[in-house]
């Protein structure tokens, strides 16, 4: 486990930690080129070695070639519209790296049954309804308000980011299902309350009814749908 965290560790500091924003801006803009490509896998280098303690040398020389190789491909392959999910790649890449060198020095096993429990399904099952499925659902019931809120919107100033609603509903559903989970009903009566404060000044200045009508049934839909996942999951869990 220690020797898994150090080589996590290293690979946070050299991707996150140690690189400048200037230092990936060349990158894309030169690929193998440039200069700070190289800088890059000398911090890897450095910090693993010192982590590591100037021991596994031939794990070392692996991971630094191989963090070379799926570097060098995924600024060949970037561009404006896959950037994100390269990055996503490019990370599960090096990490499934790190597992197979972790698990060549020093093997471990991993128990698929351990994993796949009921209690681990159940809870999978109830992020994926929370999160995805209440989301449609919520489509689904305020459909008839859709278009006309729509029509209103685009009548005023300014505008609001591309798919920032559905993203800010499964944050605060999930937010709501893991107070739940903890006990913190506080919590979720403070997350309303920031909410609140947070669409008050455009809910005022735009002084439309209709949109204010909409945001409040959302919000309540919302959070009713989490707090009864919730609360059905905590029974469930208890059956198990």
């Known amino acids: 486990m220690i020797l898994a965290l150090k080589l996590m560790l290293a690979h946070f500091i050299g991707d996150f930690v140690l690189q400048p924003a200037h230092w990936v801006d060349d990158k894309l803009q030169h690929k193998w ?8 896998i000398g911090v890897h280098l450095i910090t693993l070695l010192v982590l590591l303690q100037f021991q596994h040398l031939g ?16 600024l060949a392959l970037t561009n404006e519209k896959n ?8 990370q599960i890449l090096h990490l499934v790296v790190l597992g197979i060198v972790a698990h060549w020095i020093s ?10 429990t009921e209690q681990h399904l159940l809870l999978a099952t109830f992020l994926v309804f929370v999160t995805f499925v209440c989301g449609i659902l919520m489509r ?15 009548s005023e100033e300014g505008g609001s ?3 920032a609603g559905k993203y800010i509903g499964m944050l605060e559903r999930l937010f709501v299902f893991g ?3 903890l006990q913190q009903w506080a919590a979720i009566g403070l997350l309303i309350a920031a909410k609140s404060v947070f669409r008050f000044g455009d809910l005022n200045k735009g002084k439309n009814r209709k949109l204010t009508e909409y945001v409040l049934i959302g919000t309540l839909l ?13 029974h469930l869990k208890e059956l198990l």
């Open 222 to 234: 919302s959070f009713g749908l989490a707090i009864l996942s919730g609360l059905a999951y905590s």
């Open 107 to 116: 093997p471990f096993e991993v128990d698929v049954h351990s994993i796949i």
């Open 59 to 74: 794990a070392v020389a692996i991971i630094i070639v191989t963090h070379y190789l799926i570097d060098i491909g995924k």
């Open 161 to 163: 980011l591309k798919n």
């Open 33 to 40: 080129k440039s200069k700070y490509l190289y800088w890059h």
């Open 83 to 90: 950037f994100r999910w390269l990055f996503a790649a490019d």
């Open 179 to 181: 107070f739940i989970l």
């Open 140 to 154: 689904m019931l305020l459909a008839p308000y859709i278009d006309e809120i729509a029509r209103d919107d685009e």
